[in-house]
């Protein structure tokens, strides 16, 4: 089953707050996760690749929990140009690409 | 020109025309992609070719003919669409490592459609 899932949101928050998305995938066997950002009526951006062991860049920072199999990303001290939508990316095995959850909007507001 | 490339950034069409997209991709990858994103919808996938190859197709209607002459560059030709078709049309690359493992898309500006 190809499948990536993410709550919809929107996420409303105020500016410095810390803000967590999760995403979970169906796959026990995916190997490749990460997290885009799409602003309003642009295209998907990298914002980083989640590893294993997890990573963090500045204030990002992603989380892969293989036992539960969702991937975690958390924003801290919140940006107003923050918002926007953010989309968890897996493998799944079987198919020639990665697939994209429907992603989740986060709004930051002064 | 760096990363990926799109042309036209705009299209306006009748349902009768025939129109093609182009994208053109600059990083040196093996693998390119279509997908449709729709207002306020998520992206859907369309087309995926890897070394010049269709390795799929998502049930994406005829009147959308893909084409792909080199690793570099990719068509999406249009006839007689239907104002549903409206749309952003995204073009993405990656370097298919064919291990297993998939490396990060990259995607350009896309070609904002619309059918009248």
């Known amino acids: 089953r190809k499948e990536v899932e993410q709550d919809p949101g929107p996420f409303n928050v105020p500016e410095g707050a810390t803000v967590a998305f999760n995403c979970t995938y169906s796959?026990?066997?995916?190997?490749?996760f990460f997290w885009y950002r799409q602003d309003c009526r642009k295209e998907p951006k990298l914002l980083m690749s989640?590893?294993?062991s997890g990573n963090e860049d500045g204030r990002f920072t992603a989380q892969l929990n293989r036992a539960s199999q969702y991937i975690s990303l958390l924003i801290r001290d919140s940006k107003l140009s923050d918002s926007a939508t953010y989309l968890c990316?897996?493998?799944?095995?079987?198919?020639?690409?990665?697939?994209f959850g429907k992603g989740t909007m986060l709004l930051v507001s002064p | 020109e760096t990363g990926v490339t799109q042309t036209p950034r705009h299209l306006v069409m009748g349902m009768t025309n025939k129109k093609s997209l182009k994208c053109e991709q600059h990083?040196?990858?093996?693998?390119m992609y279509w997908y449709k994103q729709s207002a306020k919808k998520p992206l859907e996938l369309m087309f995926v070719y890897s070394l010049e190859e269709r390795v799929e197709n998502n049930s994406v209607p005829s009147r959308f003919s893909p084409e792909c002459p080199n690793s570099s560059h990719l068509f999406l030709h249009l006839h007689t669409l239907q104002p549903e078709d409206s749309a952003l049309y995204l073009c993405?690359?990656?370097?298919?490592?064919?291990?297993?493992?998939?490396?990060?898309?990259?995607f350009g500006p896309g070609t904002r459609l619309t059918v009248l």
């Open positions: 989640v590893y294993s």
């Open positions: 990316v897996v493998n799944m095995p079987g198919y020639s690409t990665l697939t």
């Open positions: 993405a690359s990656s370097q298919d490592s064919g291990t297993g493992t998939y490396n990060e898309q990259f």
């Open positions: 990083l040196g990858h093996n693998a």
């Open positions: 796959n026990s066997a995916s190997q490749s």
